[in-house]
T-cell receptor, first 113, second 109 residues
Framework: GQNIDQPTEMTATEGAIVQINCTYQTSGFNGLFWYQQHAGEAPTFLSYNVLDGLEEKGRFSSFLSRSKGYSYLLLKELQMKDSASYLC??????????????FGKGTMLLVSP | NAGVTQTPKFRILKIGQSMTLQCAQD?????MYWYRQDPGMGLKLIYYSVGAGITDKGEVPNGYNVSRSTTEDFPLRLELAAPSQTSVYFC????????FGPGTRLTVT
């Protein structure tokens, strides 16, 4: 089975930096995804890590440590529009069948002026 | 490209009624998925398909059925609606990453 943990809520100020952590336990690992979801909307893809290290994409970066079962999403120069839920998802490498994503419960980020 | 489309956007059902949630994608993806999202509970996989004619159960399949007769379409069927099926339903398809449809908000009363 798989277990994914991330904080329920975080708050930050416009212009600041925030780090959203995700820890996971899985019987097999084949990649970690971060999605952003604004209220009432569908999730949209932010980042993908399959090897250890940092992936940077504009104001957003994602880090992965497979040995620690740990990832974080780093958001820099926060803007009001970054207020959203951030979903961590793990893709397992199954012994048989096809790999699917397991999602964490999401971290609601509130950016204040 | 329209991407992933879902209909309807909203629906209210009475207990025991049945309905089909429609999902279509125009990206020629083989993989398609149905999730439900309850408040504070994240996305739970209901069913998925790896190609036309092939479907498999996810984490929470009870009370639902699917079919995949074409690459484009992946409808989700609720046969006997129950209040526990009140949720937001998202369909997704996968190329390199999963692309989500806009969702269907279903209320069963």
């Amino acid at each position: 089975g798989q277990n994914i943990d991330q904080p329920t809520e975080m708050t930050a100020t416009e212009g600041a930096i925030v780090q959203i952590n995700c820890t996971y336990q899985t019987s097999g690992f084949n990649g970690l995804f971060w999605y952003q979801q604004h209220a009432g909307e569908a999730p949209t893809f932010l980042s993908y890590n399959v090897l250890d290290g940092l992936e940077e994409k504009g104001r957003f970066s994602s880090f992965l440590s497979r040995s620690k079962g740990y990832s974080y999403l780093l958001l820099k120069e926060l803007q009001m529009k970054d207020s959203a839920s951030y979903l961590c998802a793990v893709r397992a490498a199954p012994n048989s069948g096809y790999s699917t994503l397991t999602f964490g419960k999401g971290t609601m980020l509130l950016v204040s002026p | 490209n329209a991407g992933v489309t879902q209909t309807p956007k909203f629906r209210i059902l009475k207990i025991g009624q049945s309905m089909t949630l429609q999902c279509a994608q125009d990206m020629n993806h083989n993989y398609m998925y149905w999730y439900r999202q309850d408040p504070g509970m994240g996305l739970k996989l209901i069913y998925y398909s790896v190609g036309a004619g092939i479907t498999d159960k996810g984490e929470v399949p009870n009370g639902y059925n699917v079919s995949r007769s074409t690459t484009e379409d992946f409808p989700l069927r609720l046969e006997l609606a129950a209040p526990s099926q009140t949720s937001v339903y998202f369909c997704a398809s996968k190329g390199e990453r999963q692309y989500f449809g806009p969702g269907t908000r279903l209320t069963v009363t």
